[in-house]
């Protein structure tokens, strides 16, 4: 075995964020190595190869239906994210998403957990109406995207209830993420900004033997603190964020592949979801005056296992198992005063399990089909505690401690298929999942005490059931082999469940989006391609947490608030220019408003509002807009880089009174770039490739 070695590469990048991040100098160091074995590791037939400088624009394979089939063959609006893209844009936290995907809405939490609505639908920061994906398992906290371990990301818009389950009502964020190279390889980068900002990532991938191969990746992010607490003269918002992810995948013989990954995170922070009020709701203030100094602390393990099994030549089965737990523990002061009155503490954890069996055709004929069955365990237990102190800065006592204790344990099974028809330039789609789900709560809370013995009394354990059918029928047809135009409708659903508020355990309905759409997907001459989509939207039951005051006690109720109806456009366009430039953007018009909801009341001042009819929903922001000029050259041996890219958000409501409001804003970020090429040594697979990081790295301050 003759060894290869790639020089070590300086790559920089170079510019400024204008508006909402922050101007940080990065360095980026890549160093790879290459050991040239002969191997072979079958490749796996759901996975995309990654598309090269001359035909990105021509065919992207992705595996949104749970199949490999070209992006603009499938009859949806999905937005499909290369691994070149999440580099050049430095895509490293979910809501840098918003900048390429059109009519996407996504907010990170203190603990990089997202609250996302598409299209304007997703039950935002109440359930997860927009569930995420890694390779067709389903994600539940602290979703990043690290370019190092992602092959691509696909936005899938519009219900996927038939396919992927209830928590999808408004679409899925499906990570594909990379496997084992053919041959060894490693790479490591550090980059460095302001406010302490320090992010190191190595990985290291190639085979163990003709059969085996491994991927192994390790982070450790780190920043320092941005919200200045003028009290403790310290500093909220430092975070740190480490840990490993390692990929196996053995090829034991023609008809079997077997994946096992494997990824530990740690995570703590001194930001919190600040409770504070500010002379209006456009005000962001960057300092706080609380005597307690909040934090936050998760730890994740997650694991899965998929074997594909080729039965023979038509059909091959599927066994994909996977096993999650979280460890959260968040502390905070509740009064955000200067002075010690409610110190809150709230323990979070959750158990998943889950078992997906699939049969699917894999011959070449005009139908393709799938068959599956799906069952999934979620336990999760929350423990809030309320320690009360005398209020004295001096001599701070505690008087004394409550705690509200929940234990809930869910379960989903169903059944799914969906089959595909090809008949001359005609394709025609029937889907449909049929899902029963079970949700039990029992709660504890030691406020609640007879007002005559002081004894705490219980709470009344509760138990829900519920089914819903998610079907999905499509049409297509295609003019050329690049135009097709189609019409899909699908049917997602939240499931229902229940929650202990005000002493009181009471259920929720289930949300239901049924979407409309016709579309049209096309590439023209000179490999320009052309995307349009239009939608319409019925949503009903609508959830909303909103806290209230009740006398001096701050208190939640979630609720469905009742329906809405949102429709639009959406419009991408994506274009090589002269002289090494590439354009693209996008587009996309919302207009989400309540329909027949009377007698809502008004939370902040108590009032009955006689009918929310014709109000503009939450997180429903009126257009999205994104651009991008590229351009790359390469001077003897070196490659060259500028980038341009703008956002622009149009205005969008916090609360279902149009009370608060987020007002339109636009985003540009210019970067520029250079880079030595990484050269393997000579021989049949040497290859060339060049990189680097874009500047700037995502550093503390968020807006």
């Given at each position: 075995?003759?060894?290869?070695?790639?020089?070590?590469?300086?790559?920089?990048?170079?510019?400024?964020?204008?508006?909402?991040?922050?101007?940080?100098?990065?360095?980026?160091?890549?160093?790879t190595g290459v050991l040239n074995s002969s191997v072979?590791?079958?490749?796996?037939?759901?996975?995309?190869?990654?598309?090269?400088?001359?035909?990105?624009?021509?065919?992207?394979?992705?595996?949104?239906?749970?199949?490999?089939?070209?992006?603009?063959?499938?009859?949806?609006?999905?937005?499909?994210?290369?691994?070149?893209?999440?580099?050049?844009?430095?895509?490293?936290?979910?809501?840098?998403?918003?900048?390429?995907?059109?009519?996407?809405?996504?907010?990170?939490?203190?603990?990089?957990?997202?609250?996302?609505?598409?299209?304007?639908?997703?039950?935002?920061?109440?359930?997860?109406?927009?569930?995420?994906?890694?390779?067709?398992?389903?994600?539940?906290?602290?979703?990043?995207?690290?370019?190092?371990?992602?092959?691509?990301?696909?936005?899938?818009?519009?219900?996927?209830?038939?396919?992927?389950?209830?928590?999808?009502?408004?679409?899925?964020?499906?990570?594909?993420?990379?496997?084992?190279?053919?041959?060894?390889?490693?790479?490591?980068?550090?980059?460095?900004?302001?406010?302490?900002?320090?992010?190191?990532?190595?990985?290291?991938?190639?085979?163990?033997?003709?059969?085996?191969?491994?991927?192994?990746?390790?982070?450790?992010?780190?920043?320092?603190?941005?919200?200045?607490?003028?009290?403790?003269?310290?500093?909220?918002?430092?975070?740190?964020?480490?840990?490993?992810?390692?990929?196996?995948?053995?090829?034991?013989?023609?008809?079997?592949?077997?994946?096992?990954?494997?990824?530990?995170?740690?995570?703590?922070?001194?930001?919190?979801?600040?409770?504070?009020?500010?002379?209006?709701?456009?005000?962001?203030?960057?300092?706080?005056?609380?005597?307690?100094?909040?934090?936050?602390?998760?730890?994740?393990?997650?694991?899965?296992?998929?074997?594909?099994?080729?039965?023979?030549?038509?059909?091959?089965?599927?066994?994909?198992?996977?096993?999650?737990?979280?460890?959260?523990?968040?502390?905070?002061?509740?009064?955000?005063?200067?002075?010690?009155?409610?110190?809150?503490?709230?323990?979070?954890?959750?158990?998943?399990?889950?078992?997906?069996?699939?049969?699917?055709?894999?011959?070449?004929?005009?139908?393709?089909?799938?068959?599956?069955?799906?069952?999934?365990?979620?336990?999760?237990?929350?423990?809030?505690?309320?320690?009360?102190?005398?209020?004295?800065?001096?001599?701070?006592?505690?008087?004394?401690?409550?705690?509200?204790?929940?234990?809930?344990?869910?379960?989903?099974?169903?059944?799914?298929?969906?089959?595909?028809?090809?008949?001359?330039?005609?394709?025609?789609?029937?889907?449909?999942?049929?899902?029963?789900?079970?949700?039990?709560?029992?709660?504890?809370?030691?406020?609640?005490?007879?007002?005559?013995?002081?004894?705490?009394?219980?709470?009344?354990?509760?138990?829900?059931?519920?089914?819903?059918?998610?079907?999905?029928?499509?049409?297509?047809?295609?003019?050329?082999?690049?135009?097709?135009?189609?019409?899909?409708?699908?049917?997602?659903?939240?499931?229902?469940?229940?929650?202990?508020?005000?002493?009181?355990?009471?259920?929720?309905?289930?949300?239901?989006?049924?979407?409309?759409?016709?579309?049209?997907?096309?590439?023209?001459?000179?490999?320009?391609?052309?995307?349009?989509?239009?939608?319409?939207?019925?949503?009903?039951?609508?959830?909303?947490?909103?806290?209230?005051?009740?006398?001096?006690?701050?208190?939640?109720?979630?609720?469905?608030?009742?329906?809405?109806?949102?429709?639009?456009?959406?419009?991408?366009?994506?274009?090589?220019?002269?002289?090494?430039?590439?354009?693209?953007?996008?587009?996309?018009?919302?207009?989400?408003?309540?329909?027949?909801v009377k007698n809502y009341v008004d939370p902040v001042?108590?009032?009955?509002?006689?009918?929310?009819?014709?109000?503009?929903?939450?997180?429903?922001?009126?257009?999205?807009?994104?651009?991008?000029?590229?351009?790359?050259?390469?001077?003897?041996?070196?490659?060259?880089?500028?980038?341009?890219?703008?956002?622009?958000?149009?205005?969008?409501?916090?609360?279902?009174?149009?009370?608060?409001?987020?007002?339109?804003?636009?985003?540009?970020?210019?970067?520029?770039?250079?880079?030595?090429?990484?050269?393997?040594?000579?021989?049949?697979?040497?290859?060339?490739?060049?990189?680097?990081?874009?500047?700037?790295?995502?550093?503390?301050?968020?807006?």
């Amino acid at each position: 075995m003759s060894e290869m070695v790639r020089l070590p590469a300086l790559l920089c990048r170079a510019g400024r964020g204008v508006g909402m991040r922050v101007g940080l100098a990065a360095l980026a160091l890549g160093i790879t190595g290459v050991l040239n074995s002969s191997v072979s590791l079958a490749a796996d037939d759901k996975a995309a190869a990654p598309a090269t400088p001359d035909n990105n624009l021509v065919e992207i394979v992705v595996t949104a239906r749970k199949r490999s089939e070209n992006l603009r063959d499938i009859p949806a609006s999905i937005t499909a994210i290369s691994a070149a893209t999440l580099e050049d844009a430095h895509v490293t936290q979910l809501d840098d998403l918003n900048a390429l995907v059109t009519n996407l809405n996504v907010v990170e939490a203190h603990d990089n957990t997202p609250d996302v609505t598409l299209r304007g639908v997703g039950a935002f920061g109440v359930v997860q109406g927009v569930g995420f994906y890694a390779n067709d398992v389903q994600l539940f906290e602290g979703q990043i995207a690290r370019p190092i371990d992602i092959e691509r990301i696909e936005v899938l818009k519009g219900p996927q209830g038939t396919l992927f389950g209830g928590a999808n009502v408004g679409g899925a964020i499906k990570y594909v993420t990379k496997d084992p190279t053919s041959t060894w390889e490693n790479e490591a980068t550090a980059e460095f900004g302001s406010y302490r900002t320090r992010n190191y990532q190595a990985v290291v991938s190639g085979p163990i033997n003709d059969k085996v191969g491994i991927r192994a990746s390790v982070y450790y992010d780190t920043h320092g603190g941005y919200i200045y607490d003028t009290y403790n003269k310290f500093d909220y918002g430092a975070a740190n964020d480490h840990g490993a992810r390692v990929t196996l995948v053995a090829t034991p013989n023609d008809n079997d592949r077997i994946r096992v990954h494997v990824s530990a995170d740690d995570f703590n922070t001194s930001s919190q979801n600040l409770m504070y009020t500010p002379p209006d709701a456009q005000t962001y203030s960057y300092s706080v005056n609380d005597y307690f100094i909040p934090a936050f602390y998760r730890h994740i393990i997650s694991m899965d296992a998929q074997i594909d099994h080729q039965i023979n030549s038509n059909v091959a089965l599927t066994s994909l198992t996977s096993y999650y737990t979280s460890y959260n523990r968040g502390n905070t002061d509740f009064n955000k005063k200067p002075i010690p009155l409610d110190f809150l503490q709230q323990n979070v954890d959750n158990r998943v399990y889950s078992e997906e069996l699939r049969l699917a055709s894999t011959g070449s004929s005009n139908l393709d089909w799938l068959l599956g069955a799906f069952f999934q365990g979620h336990k999760s237990a929350l423990l809030s505690k309320d320690n009360n102190y005398n209020g004295d800065p001096l001599n701070p006592v505690l008087l004394f401690s409550d705690f509200d204790r929940d234990e809930k344990m869910q379960r989903q099974y169903a059944l799914f298929g969906d089959v595909t028809y090809h008949h001359g330039d005609w394709q025609y789609e029937l889907g449909l999942r049929a899902e029963y789900y079970t949700s039990s709560l029992t709660a504890v809370n030691t406020n609640n005490v007879d007002p005559n013995t002081g004894a705490v009394l219980p709470i009344a354990p509760a138990r829900l059931t519920g089914h819903e059918f998610s079907p999905r029928v499509s049409v297509q047809y295609k003019f050329s082999p690049t135009l097709n135009v189609y019409g899909t409708i699908a049917r997602g659903f939240t499931p229902g469940d229940e929650i202990e508020e005000n002493f009181v355990v009471h259920p929720y309905r289930p949300e239901i989006a049924t979407n409309y759409e016709v579309g049209m997907k096309s590439l023209l001459e000179h490999n320009v391609q052309l995307n349009a989509a239009f939608f319409y939207t019925t949503y009903s039951d609508r959830l909303y947490l909103f806290q209230q005051l009740t006398g001096s006690m701050i208190t939640d109720l979630t609720t469905n608030i009742g329906p809405s109806t949102n429709y639009g456009a959406e419009f991408d366009i994506a274009a090589p220019l002269p002289g090494g430039f590439k354009f693209s953007g996008g587009i996309g018009v919302l207009h989400a408003t309540w329909g027949d909801v009377k007698n809502y009341v008004d939370p902040v001042t108590g009032l009955p509002i006689p009918n929310l009819k014709g109000l503009y929903v939450p997180f429903a922001p009126a257009y999205t807009a994104n651009t991008t000029l590229e351009w790359k050259h390469d001077f003897g041996g070196y490659e060259f880089g500028w980038r341009a890219t703008g956002l622009f958000t149009g205005r969008s409501y916090w609360d279902p009174q149009d009370a608060a409001y987020q007002i339109s804003a636009q985003r540009t970020t210019p970067t520029s770039s250079c880079g030595s090429p990484r050269w393997a040594g000579p021989g049949p697979e040497a290859r060339r490739r060049t990189g680097g990081r874009t500047w700037p790295p995502r550093s503390g301050p968020r807006s």
